[in-house]
């Protein structure tokens, strides 16, 4: 098998790093690709090459501009094949999932962002002068300049293009740098961009880690004018801490511990298929799923024991069978994580309901990085398991008795990303839309986004939003004007 080189691409030129690091295939550890990792130097090229293709991407008319978006679009979609093998042997996630999600959201954020700037409003007010006389009152959107887009490993592509696409669109440049987890499919996206004849310096690639690393040289790099982020809560902190300095925009999509709240009264076999779908998804590797799920106590041990039926009948195997259901987690340090967590939690008077352990295949997944899905219940609402994103395929089950202490027990978190409620009764719907703490809530459904919708966290979830007209915002500087 040919190990893939994964290069930087700077100024319209793909690049060798000054050294490289291994990617390993999360299904059974074999070597799969190289990624060259940039040096500051490169870094500071990179940065260099984006100020000059700066002006004229920015005064490009915007249908030119966003041409190129929707170019960049087809350029995936042509490629589709080879976006979906380099996600799946970067995640290992299902081909199901990522020939449904990934790949072609991935492309289809080009095309939003694109109809989105050629749309947009402009917002204008006549108001009255301390003269006497009227005045005009507009706000347009300019770039902010040169934008660091730092994505994670979970959703690859569909998370670096939801950053990728605005900020192009609205007429910045961009250096992104994608998780050394999953460093393929970024790669492919500046082969497309080069062979779409995006101009040289628009986006740039520059791979590596963060700290000492491609993560630091950008966000403490005095010439980059904005940051947009998505990760772990931890990480975003030390990115605020390093961009403080040059009191740069940044925007955060941060981590979650999203609860879901089923009422005795809710569609049963729905919300039990809805709430299996938001634990499971990706291996429970999305920030949007389900870690904790609590229970009215007329329903509980039913639910539970229906929740555990799901958990048992998905179909753990290779990412490349239509059939697979779960693939494995993205990496054997996270899965070492996920058990950490697993180990913990029996310490933490946890009762494992079903998982709590490695499949066995006797096969090559063996060196892979899959772990059971996992049902705990019986943990007190005070345990590390109940606080901490653990971000796999595991949840715990608790019940309740009202829908104010539902609601208490859902707020009780440091976390403000996603909820779901289930219910069949609309008072209760409207007051758990109102009243829990979360960027989105999710009412007899499962978690999901689309370009439409604003996206984004409070609390320790972060803050700004993604996608949809909001988006936007945070790729823009508004400029008011006023004409007497
Ligand atoms: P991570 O924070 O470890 O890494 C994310 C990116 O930041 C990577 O590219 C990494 O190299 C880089 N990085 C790490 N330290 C850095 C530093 N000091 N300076 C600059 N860059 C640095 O996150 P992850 O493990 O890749 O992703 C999983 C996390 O992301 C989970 O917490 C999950 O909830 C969160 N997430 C949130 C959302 C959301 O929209 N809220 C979406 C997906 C994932």
């Known amino acids: 098998m040919t190990i893939r080189q994964l290069r930087n691409y700077i100024d319209g030129r793909f690049e060798d790093g000054a050294s490289t690091f291994d990617k390993h295939s999360p299904v059974d550890h074999a070597l799969i690709a190289q990624a060259h990792e940039a040096s500051r130097e490169q870094v500071d090229r990179a940065v260099a090459a984006a100020h000059r293709a700066l002006p004229a991407w920015a005064a490009l008319p915007v249908v030119q501009r966003t041409d190129h978006l929707l170019a960049l679009a087809d350029g995936i979609n042509r490629r589709f094949d080879d976006f979906l093998q380099a996600e799946i042997g970067d995640t290992g996630k299902p081909v199901s999932w990522a020939g449904q999600i990934d790949i072609p959201r991935g492309a289809a954020n080009f095309r939003a962002f694109a109809e989105l700037a050629r749309t947009l409003d402009m917002e204008s007010y006549m108001t009255d002068t301390p003269d006497g006389r009227q005045a005009l009152n507009y706000a347009y959107r300019k770039p902010l300049g040169v934008v660091g887009v730092i994505s994670p490993w979970n959703l690859p592509l569909l998370l670096l293009t939801w950053k990728v696409a605005p900020a192009l669109a609205f007429g910045n440049t961009v250096i992104m740098k994608p998780s050394e987890v999953t460093p393929s499919t970024a790669t492919l996206l500046a082969e497309v961009a080069h062979d779409t004849g995006l101009p040289p310096g628009v986006l740039n690639l520059t791979h590596g880690f963060g700290p000492g690393s491609a993560g630091e040289f950008i966000t403490t790099h005095p010439d980059i004018d904005g940051i947009t982020f998505t990760g772990e809560s931890a990480t975003g902190a030390a990115i605020m801490r390093a961009v403080a300095p040059g009191v740069k925009p940044v925007s955060f999509e941060l981590g979650g511990k ?59 195997g290779w990412p490349d069978d239509a059939d697979t259901g779960m693939g494995p987690l993205v990496s054997r340090e996270h899965r070492d994580k996920v058990l950490s967590y697993f180990a913990l939690a029996r310490e933490e008077g946890a009762t494992v309901v079903t998982g709590g352990g490695v499949p066995v295949f006797g096969d090559a997944r063996d060196a892979g990085a899959y772990v059971q899905p996992t049902i705990w219940t019986g943990l007190p609402e005070s345990a590390r398991c109940i606080k901490e994103e653990v971000f796999g395929p595991v949840c715990h089950v608790a019940p309740f008795d009202t829908e104010e202490e539902a609601i208490r027990l859902a707020n009780d978190t440091r976390y403000g990303l996603g909820a779901s409620v289930w219910t069949t009764d609309a008072g209760e719907q409207e007051r758990c839309v109102e009243e829990i703490e979360a960027g989105q809530v999710f009412v007899n459904a499962m978690v999901a986004s689309t370009a439409e919708m604003p996206f984004g966290g409070i609390k320790r979830s972060g803050y700004g939003r993604e996608l949809s007209a909001l988006g936007i915002r945070e790729f823009c500087n508004a400029k008011g004007v006023w004409i007497a």
Do not use: K, M
């Open 258 to 316: 999203n609860a879901a709240l089923v009422f005795a009264d809710a569609d049963f076999e729905a919300a039990v298929d809805g709430t299996a779908r938001s634990v499971f998804a990706n291996c429970g590797q999305v920030c949007l799923c389900t870690e904790r799920v609590y229970v009215q106590r007329p329903i509980y041990e039913r639910f539970v024991a229906a929740l555990a039926e799901h958990a048992r009948a998905l179909r753990i």
